[in-house]
């Protein structure tokens, strides 16, 4: 490798670290701008968004004005599917705990229902907000594309699953990553992932 392959790589490596900053920093500042309750399902809807753009090579892109734009047009749409998943989660949570707590010995078929339910939530948490990053269709075809997915791809599921939880883990370790890189990189991840499958879908389709 000669020089100036060298300073092209260390190029390509600083801008991708700046705009991984840059990403983590507008996530923050527009999910507080929502006053975390309305903010946080679009800026992340933004956040994969934006990498999505990024992974396909629009590396010249205006940042700021883009998940600006993203954020504004995806507020509703995010915050009805974010709160209703948020809804379902907590549906899920208090009957897990009425399971844990119930001091009487339930059928078999009750805890397997409830982790097979679970196991269903998961996966199209983990798929449906790329999902809603990379196409315009309706409610019901993100939740089926989603499941049809997760289940299709499982590899890709769990891979998804794993840079999630790998990041979460690292950032509490260490919480300085948190304010710089941990919602990018894991929004990167996640979005390069789903456009392995995405790209798939989008040949056999064409």
């Keep these: 490798m000669n020089g100036t392959q060298i300073v092209s790589s260390l190029d390509r490596i600083l801008r991708w670290i700046v705009q991984l900053a840059v990403i983590n920093f507008l996530w923050f500042y527009y999910m507080l701008l929502g006053l975390i309750i309305g903010g946080v399902f679009p800026a992340t809807l933004a956040a994969l968004g934006l990498s999505r753009k990024l992974i396909m090579g629009n ?3 205006k940042m700021w004005k883009t998940f600006k734009q993203i954020y504004r047009e995806e507020f509703i749409r ?7 998943l948020t809804v379902i989660g907590g549906i ?7 399971i844990a707590n119930s001091s009487e010995e339930l059928i078999f078929v009750v805890p397997f229902a409830f ?6 939530y998961l996966i199209v948490v983990i ?10 269709t ?3 075809s993100y939740i089926r594309s989603a499941i049809i997915i997760g289940l299709t791809k499982i590899h890709y599921t769990f891979a998804s699953g794993l ?14 990553l948190i304010p710089f890189f941990s919602i990018s990189l894991a929004a990167i991840g996640c979005m390069w992932l789903s456009m392995q499958t995405f790209g798939q879908l989008d040949e056999r389709t064409s």
């Design 59 to 61: 590396t010249d892109l």
């Design 138 to 140: 309706t409610w019901f």
């Design 92 to 98: 899920l949570y208090l009957n897990y705990l009425a």
């Design 78 to 84: 995010s915050n009805l599917m974010g709160w209703f």
């Design 115 to 120: 982790y097979f339910i679970l196991f269903f």
């Design 163 to 176: 840079v999630v939880c790998t990041i979460i883990y690292f950032s509490l370790d260490f919480p300085g």
């Design 127 to 136: 798929w449906v907000f790329p999902l809603l990053a990379h196409y315009q």
